[in-house]
């Protein structure tokens, strides 16, 4: 079946670098969508992205939707320390029009001030 | 309107206990989905509803689980018989069909700890 990798698995770097993280797809999205969850909190959505070679950004945040439609880049810039949290890249899990969506196993992100 | 809400945050319970979580999507959104998450691990689909029809589970949900929504609003989400395998958050979304594909709003989740 379908699977989302992402990496890296975990990150921990100093307020103020950029971030990249990616999502590879072993098969072909025409949707990704990125998400970020807090702590014992629910996803909440980032940014997505409905064509390839697309870019889009959402203040400080930049993600990419590959050209290959296999791959997908997120990239935060001047991390803070409320960009603490994991972030993950999600899929339509099927051709159908159900919504129904498939999850990478995240990036964990932790800034040191 | 407050987003997707989902009771009780927390719950404990001794295996071999039925559990019942309730979820309140966005007041006009007709399609609302449960996904279960294990630590470490990004959300699995569960089923979904459209209005008050349960139109897929995943074979995830055993016959131990079941899900209603009976007038097409609120859902709620039964597991009966808990085992210690049923410890995750579970998360209740919402959307409306024809608006921003796959652009739906999770709640906070329900942490299920089966002791």
């Known amino acids: 079946g379908q699977q989302l990798n992402q990496s890296p698995q975990s990150m921990f770097i100093q307020e103020g670098e950029d971030v990249s993280m990616n999502c590879t797809s072993s098969?072909?999205?025409?949707?990704w969508l990125w998400y970020k969850q807090d702590p014992g909190e629910g996803p909440v959505l980032l940014i997505a992205l409905y064509k390839a070679g697309e870019l889009t950004s959402n203040g400080r945040l930049t993600a990419q939707f590959g050209i290959t439609r296999k791959d997908s880049f997120l990239n935060i810039s001047a991390s803070i320390p409320s960009d603490v949290g994991i972030y993950f890249c999600a899929g339509p899990a099927d051709s159908s029009n159900t919504g129904k969506l498939i999850f990478g196993q995240g990036t964990t992100l932790q800034v040191k001030p | 309107d407050t987003g997707v809400s989902q009771d009780p945050r927390h719950k404990i319970t001794k295996r071999g206990q039925n559990v019942t979580f309730r979820c309140d999507p966005i007041s006009e959104h007709n399609r609302l989905y449960w996904y279960r998450q294990t630590l470490g691990q990004g959300p699995e689909f569960l089923t979904y509803?459209?209005?008050?029809?349960?139109?897929?589970k995943s074979r995830l949900l055993s016959d131990r689980f079941s899900a209603e929504r009976p007038k097409g609003s609120f859902s709620t989400l039964e597991i009966q018989r808990t085992e210690q395998g049923d410890s995750a958050m579970y998360l209740c979304a919402s959307s409306l069909v024809g608006g921003i594909s796959y652009g739906y709003t999770f709640g906070s989740g329900t942490r299920l700890t089966v002791v």
């Open positions: 509803f459209q209005n008050e029809a349960q139109l897929e």
């Open positions: 098969s072909i999205f025409n949707t």
